[in-house]
């Protein structure tokens, strides 16, 4: 559309929505030269970006677009008011909108290294269009020492200790073994990545995250065998299966923090920040690591944070170059529950221990495999009710249901299978489009 | 809730015509339908069509019925659509049946004031926060959650075994046990002011000829008016099922929103903010169930027998006897049971934030920890700040827009108002989730940057069609003198519209009211339309919902503070909202 004919229906709607709203507007909108960053945080960690931010130069307007970030952002790229640059939850999200061109390629900071094979997350064709900002350490499981003297180390020790803890809170003699918010399906996603991380070579799990492989093959069987061992054992859960999948992540938590219903809670380095306002008496709450088949082999996971910045945003190039600096995060890095992707940050920098001993990990870990639900392609990413979320909620209601683990797991990868095939086929007209 | 009310007066118009009387039209006047026509053009009209355009191609490719097929072969379409469905029939019935009863029972003027004052609090609250009210009595745990605690003393099991009323067996049952806490007082004041309009001489007639207590409710009460009122009140109560999105998304846990599933949702769903293919496709067949619904229902409440119109107020009727104690009692024990959900919530946020996660409302020290903890930060004001200049700004743009369209619309008689009349209200029932792509788009194209303007935008166009029927309708049945009067004291149109608006206060009244009100209990338009510093208050309450139980001090606190207004407004302006909206019958 030419300018003129832009102006032109402008102002008629000027006119018809009367000088009452054009006036919110002008309150709304203004001269505001400061730069617009879209993220995913709220509260507590909003706040504490909101501070990072502050380092920088310039002005910088931070919006908090929440969980449906992807949903806010494909709107505003329609309305033409895409912001400057975005924080984005998912390395999929990042591919997916750079192949669509909305993005700009980026050159990081020289202080910019996180470990092997993360950056190529973001990269499209070898150009980089994001780079990470906060990464999440996906394997730990929380507890109180008191309640569990000796932590299993390998995979066969959780299932002992599940199955010994499910037998005595059965006989109504004792706390449950595991907790577990189902009602969210990224929990399930996160514990499917555990188990698929030690039983699948590399390979393998590459080929699945870039939706290549077969859904049905030998990994994914053994993986789901290996949770419905787990799932299925009497007594696991407070409550049963039924429950498990009404508890959504943060109950889960205060049933092991505050209750002390369960003794284990498997999730991710931010459980503390649930765990802190909840914890009741002096004792702390301790983690050791997703065990594995072998100690050594224990997986790690890591999900993250990236910052993009939208084509045509030259600002934002700016600020994601400067964010991706080993330092702009120093604010949240003092105040703790941050954990860095960016492996030049001193560990001295860490005020947090427990952060601080996680960060260590993240250097020295062997293999580090990136969050997989993450990267898939399309709407099997998952979200309530949605993709691999309510395939591996089905799961988890067959296995505590008593359906046999083989059964479950046949039924798991031919949802998978189905629902990739029917991405790939809708998304064939479009790509022939491009 | 509010659009919905507004359908009423629409319903209502689609009788025959009774409108003899012509106002001589003017071309001047045509012109003032401007404002109205290019918003519901642009933000309407347009994205309907551009939907129905993206449910048959691809990147601009005729696709044929290629997104139709994939949509309806997806695993779970045919539930879904049946859920619907059954959303459609059930719960209107159980509504009308409930409000009849209701409206019946509260007769006597002594405590049917009171009751029908409580069961229209409800109606008032945001649908995030009837959500969030039954989602707290609904907790699986029956450590907080009251009816699972009661659920598991009157089956006899333990609490862990207890019926699960969020679990996927249950959950479409405690939605539609929320939806009817909310809109029964909706159904209670329409019937009760149906029943006030019947004479009472008519009642004394049947009875003068021997008839008894059935035949009194036959003949002097079904006949000539409750067989109209209940299909009006059944046809708002289905099309507002189209609502059920903002609890669906508060209240059920992500593992049984499979099992809550409903079109609206779904359209969400596939969307995924754009309204493309699939999405696209569900959408058109979602609009053309809805269009078709209130098609049949036009069509029904036309065929019924209009109400006996009488220009003489009746006095109210003293010799109408005292109900029954049974059907006293019943009207009692309702507005008790009415009361518990409001008691369970406001309990709720009487504690400290890790009172209320840990354990049950009845048990815990009392606290204002939670409400200390929202009002002490910034975010609750900003929010606040933020949704009362929306809805002031809305509602002023709407009313002025709606003024000057109904205007020169009063003067239509015949079939083209009974046309523009069926446009308004099908303008007033497109479902915003269908067409959220296409709005967005031109959005874009009217304002460049900044979407707290497009956000009122889009809550204006929204809102038009159904306070233009409103004004409209008030405007068309003004007695004639006082429009002649009214044109002959004023020397040009806009004055003579102010006159016509003075005369129909109670219709302006209702339509402020209810803008505002809709605005301020949004969610879905806030979900898909907010941006930048346009954070609206039901977008800020279920945000919270994701972590429902770690945040429910601070949720039922916020819910409390967040229903205070329109609660407030549409108590005291109920009786304008009746007047205002049952066309005719009152003045």
Redesign the interface.
């Known amino acids: 559309m030419t300018p003129a004919g832009r102006l032109r229906r402008r102002t008629l709607l000027r006119a018809a929505v009367a000088a009452t709203t054009a006036t919110t507007a002008a309150g709304c909108a203004g001269a505001d030269p400061a730069v617009q960053v879209a993220v995913v945080w709220n509260g507590g960690e909003l706040a504490r970006f909101r501070e990072v931010v502050k380092g920088y130069g310039s002005g910088v307007q931070v919006i908090s677009a929440g969980n449906d970030i992807d949903a806010f952002l494909r709107a505003r790229k329609l309305a033409g008011t895409s912001p400057d640059v975005a924080i984005l939850p998912r390395s999929g999200l990042v591919i997916e909108y750079a192949r669509s061109g909305w993005l700009r390629e980026l050159s990081p900071a020289s202080s910019y290294a996180v470990p092997p094979g993360m950056a190529d997350l973001l990269s499209v064709g070898r150009r980089p269009y994001g780079v990470w900002v906060k990464a999440a350490h996906k394997s730990l499981f929380w507890y109180y020492p008191s309640t569990v003297p000796d932590p299993p180390r390998t995979w066969d020790q959780l299932v002992a200790l599940t199955k010994r803890l499910g037998a005595r809170a059965r006989a109504g003699d004792g706390p449950a073994p595991l907790a577990i918010g189902a009602a969210d399906g990224w929990v399930l996603t996160d514990w499917f990545e555990n188990v698929l991380a030690d039983v699948a070579t590399t390979e393998e799990y590459e080929a699945l995250a870039r939706g290549e492989a077969d859904w049905r093959g030998p990994p994914v069987h053994a993986a789901l065998d290996r949770l419905a061992e787990l799932w299925s054992v009497a007594g696991a859960f407070p409550g049963g299966g039924r429950r498990a999948l009404l508890t959504q992540y943060e109950e889960s938590v205060i049933q092991v923090v505050h209750h002390r219903r369960a003794v284990l809670l498997f999730e991710g380095d931010f459980v503390d920040d649930v765990g802190r306002r909840f914890q009741r008496g002096s004792e702390q709450v301790e983690t050791f690591r997703f065990p594995a088949s072998r100690v050594a082999d224990s997986p790690l996971i890591v999900g993250g944070d990236a910052a993009v910045a939208f084509a045509g945003s030259t600002r934002g190039v700016e600020l994601v170059r400067w964010l991706s600096g080993g330092s702009a995060f120093t604010p949240w890095l003092r105040a703790g529950g941050y954990l860095s992707p960016n492996v030049s940050v001193p560990l001295a920098e860490y005020h947090d221990p427990v952060r601080r001993r996680l960060a260590a990990e993240l250097r020295t870990a062997g293999v580090v495999r990136f969050d997989l639900s993450d990267r898939l392609p399309g709407p099997l990413t998952g979200s309530d009710g949605v993709g691999i979320w309510r395939i591996m909620q089905d799961f988890f209601a067959d296995v505590t249901d008593g359906v046999t683990a083989g059964e479950a797991a046949r039924r798991a990868t031919r949802q998978l299978t189905t629902e990739a095939a029917r991405q790939a086929e809708a998304a064939r007209p479009t790509e022939s489009g491009r | 809730m509010s659009r919905v009310l507004g359908e009423l007066a629409v319903l209502d118009d689609v009788g025959p015509p009774r409108r003899g009387r012509a106002y001589p039209a003017t071309g001047a006047a045509s012109a003032l339908l ?2 109205a026509l ?2 519901l053009g ?1 933000l309407l009209a347009w994205p309907v069509l551009r939907t129905l355009h993206a449910s048959v191609t ?4 005729w ?1 044929g019925t290629t997104h139709f097929r ?1 949509a309806l072969s ?2 779970d379409t045919g539930a879904v659509v049946g859920r619907t469905l059954l959303w459609a029939l059930v719960v209107p019935a159980v509504v009308t049946v409930l409000g009849y009863l209701l409206a019946a029972a509260s007769r006597r003027p002594q405590e049917g004031g009171l009751v029908r004052l409580v069961l229209v609090v409800p109606t008032a609250l945001p649908l995030v926060v009837t959500g969030v009210t039954f989602r707290l009595m609904y907790d ?2 029956p450590e907080r959650g009251v009816a699972t605690l009661v659920a598991a003393a009157l089956t006899g099991r333990p609490g ?1 075994a207890a019926p ?1 009323l ?3 067996g249950l959950v479409t049952v405690a939605l539609m046990s929320a939806f009817v806490w909310a809109w029964v007082g909706l159904a209670v004041l329409v019937f009760r002011a149906a029943l006030d309009a019947v004479p009472p001489s008519l009642a004394d007639a049947v009875r003068a000829y021997g008839g008894n207590r059935r035949d009194v409710l036959w003949d002097a009460q079904w006949r000539p008016l409750l067989l109209r009122t209940v299909a009006v009140v059944f046809t708002l109560a289905a099309l507002g099922t189209s609502r059920t999105f903002d609890l669906i998304l508060v209240m059920a ?6 099992e809550a ?1 409903v079109l609206a ?1 779904r359209v969400w ?2 969307s ?3 309204t493309t ?2 999405g696209a496709a569900l959408g058109v067949v979602w609009l053309v169930a809805v269009v078709a619904g209130m098609l049949v229902a036009a069509l029904f409440v036309r065929q019924a027998w209009p109400p006996p119109r009488d220009p003489v107020e009746v006095a109210p009727a003293p010799a109408a006897p005292a109900p029954r104690r049974l059907t006293r009692l019943l009207a009692v024990g309702a507005a008790l049971a009415w009361l518990v959900p409001l008691g369970v919530l406001l309990a709720t946020s009487l504690h400290s ?2 009172d209320a ?2 354990r049950g409302w009845w048990r815990g020290p009392l606290s204002l920890d939670s409400y200390r903890d929202l009002v002490t930060g910034s975010e609750l004001w900003r929010t606040l700040g933020f949704t009362l ?2 809805a002031t ?1 809305v509602t ?2 709407v009313l ?2 709606a003024l000057l369209a109904a205007y020169p619309l009063a003067w239509l008689t015949g079939p083209p108002a009974q046309a523009t009349g069926l446009l308004l209200m099908a303008a007033s029932i497109v479902p915003v989730q269908v067409i ?2 296409p709005v ?2 031109v ?12 956000l ?2 889009v809550h ?1 166009a929204l809102g038009v069609p159904f306070a233009v029927l409103v004004l409209r309708n008030a405007f068309a049945d003004l007695p004639a003198e006082q429009v002649r009067a009214a044109r002959l004291g004023g020397r040009h149109w806009w004055s003579t519209l102010r006159l016509l608006a003075r005369h129909n206060r109670p219709a302006v009244v209702a339509v402020a009211v209810l803008e505002f009100v809709q605005v301020w209990n949004d969610l879905v338009v806030g ?9 609206p208050l039901g ?1 800020f309450l279920a ?1 919270q919902t ?6 429910s001090g601070a949720l039922a606190a916020g819910s409390v503070i967040a229903s205070v207004l329109p609660v407030l407004l549409v108590v005291l302006a109920r009786r304008q909202l009746v007047a205002g909206l049952v066309a005719g019958g009152l003045r």
């Open positions: 401007l404002p290019l918003l642009g691809t990147e601009g490719h696709v994939t997806a695993p699986p745990d862990a699960q969020l679990g996927p846990p992500g593992s049984v929103r499979d599933s949702l769903q596939t995924n903010g754009a293919g699939e934030t890790v996660a840990a200049v929306l700004v002023a743009a002025g827009v959220a792509g967005n788009e959005l874009g194209v009217v304002l460049s940057s900044g979407t707290a303007r497009g009122a935008l204006v979900l898909l339309f907010s941006g930048p510093g346009a954070a977008l945000g994701r972590g429902f139980v770690a945040n």
